[in-house]
């Protein structure tokens, strides 16, 4: 005999199905038949728990910012360390569950979601932008971050590494028999090209002289 569960572990059974079904076979995939097949239930079980596929799809994008709202760090944290911890979270929570990375950064999710759930989502990607540039503006202020260059366009290259991380380490990231990037390198490599001149120099020379001391250390 089947035990039934109860209504809240089904519930979100059911919208992790929603997630995995967008994520792993994408959109078109998504039917009550496939969502149902996944959960191990009835079609007619899910209306039990749902009004609609479009009532499943806003609680799938409630439970996924209650995911990515974890990925906001300490905001009392100096500003490039809040900056890298903020990517290394995102990629974590995101690299390893592509539904969460579809419905914050397919173009698709804004076309197809209920209007409700895509305001969330848009306030959750204003809410990251304006977090990532405040760290940057404050970083600039403090001389931790260069000011040669404007922290709008800096902003750029800290999110298009922090969603080029997300969809390499992601389900697709294989497809062609590519490599998971190393996330330290990658964020160290971003840190440089932030860094104030003078810092960068410092660093560089930092490095030169523990490259130096590993070949004598050989010798």
Known sequence: MRTRK???ERRQEIVKAVLRIIGERGLTSLTTSTVAEEVGVTSGALFRHFTSL?????????????????????PSLPPVE??????????????SDPGLAWLLRS???????PEEAVERLRDL??????????????????????????PEI???PVMGTI??????????????GGRRPNLDRVLSALQRILA??????????GSKKANTHRHANRR
């Open 125 to 150: 990607v204003g809410r990251s932008k304006r977090f990532l540039l405040d760290a940057i503006r404050e970083g600039v202020s403090q001389g931790a971050i260069r000011s040669d260059i404007e």
């Open 196 to 205: 104030a001149p003078e810092q960068a120099r410092r660093r560089q020379r």
């Open 107 to 113: 173009e698709q999710a804004y076309l197809t979601l």
């Open 54 to 74: 479009d009532a499943i799809l806003q609680e799938a994008v409630g439970y996924a910012l209650f995911r990515i709202e974890d990925t906001f760090p300490d």
């Open 154 to 156: 800096l902003l750029l």
């Open 6 to 8: 109860p209504a809240a």
């Open 163 to 176: 969603h080029a991380l997300v969809g390499m380490t992601g389900v697709h990231r294989l497809a062609s």
């Open 82 to 95: 809040r900056l890298l911890q903020l990517a290394r979270n995102r990629v974590r929570v995101l690299g």
